[in-house]
Structures are given as structure tokens and as C-alpha cells.
């Protein structure tokens, strides 16, 4: 299985950014799909998911900002964010989870992509 995230970059405050997944190995219909960030000196945190069926999930402090998506035929999840400030910035990491269903959370999630890198400035 192989991950690979991209479209992270230096963005202003309010700004917006999609970042895209790209899954090979394995089909976004029979796993889900979670996207988590790190920031400096923080711990790596949820932020989306998105289940085999298409169900989505978001942590509190994205929902209304943050929209996930995902193209089957291209098994590409997007994390479209936008109204970003400065408590975004991190590097944003994307997982398939062990099976369907998908978590804000860790627990499920057993191959991860690199990271892309989220900087907004104030």
C-alpha cells in the first residue's frame, strides 16, 4: 500500500489550500482514508476521515472550514481547506485505515503517506 500526500505550501491567514492523497494498493471503496497534522513541538492530531461508504468526520476546530472528498476512479482523497490561520500550519499526514470505517483518531490506521507541510501566515 502507498500514500502519497502533496499540495501543502506557504498560504496567508484566511487563505485557502486542497491538499490531494494518492492511494495505490488498495481502493478507497474498501478502506477509509484519514488525513492528521502535526505541528511543531505538538502531537500528530486527527482532522478528517472519510470511509470506504463515504461517510465523513471532522475534529471541532475544522468543521466548517475543512471538506473531504475523494475522486474513485482516480483513488485520490482531497482535504479542501479554507478561512486557514496560523493554528493550521503544520505538516499534514494521510492514513488508509485497517478496514471500511474511519476515525478523527488514531487506533485504525495502519500505512501512512509522507507528509506535506501547511504554513499560514499571519
Known amino acids: 500500500f502507498q500514500l502519497q500526500a502533496y499540495g501543502g505550501g506557504l498560504v496567508q491567514a484566511g487563505g485557502s489550500l486542497r491538499l490531494s492523497c494518492a492511494a495505490s494498493?488498495?481502493?478507497?471503496?474498501?478502506?477509509?482514508i484519514g488525513w492528521f497534522r502535526q505541528a511543531p513541538g505538538k502531537e500528530r492530531e486527527g482532522v478528517s476521515c472519510?470511509?470506504?461508504?463515504?461517510?465523513?468526520a471532522y475534529r471541532d476546530s475544522v468543521k466548517g472550514r475543512f471538506t473531504i472528498s475523494r475522486d474513485i476512479a482516480k483513488n485520490t482523497v482531497f482535504l479542501q481547506m479554507s478561512s486557514l490561520g496560523p493554528e493550521d500550519t503544520a505538516t499534514y499526514y494521510c492514513a488508509k485505515s485497517m478496514g471500511s470505517s474511519c476515525r478523527v483518531r488514531f487506533g485504525i490506521y495502519d500505512s501512512w503517506g509522507q507528509g506535506t507541510l501547511v504554513t499560514v501566515s499571519s
Open positions: 472519510i470511509s470506504g461508504g463515504g461517510s465523513v
Open positions: 494498493g488498495f481502493s478507497l471503496d474498501d478502506n477509509g
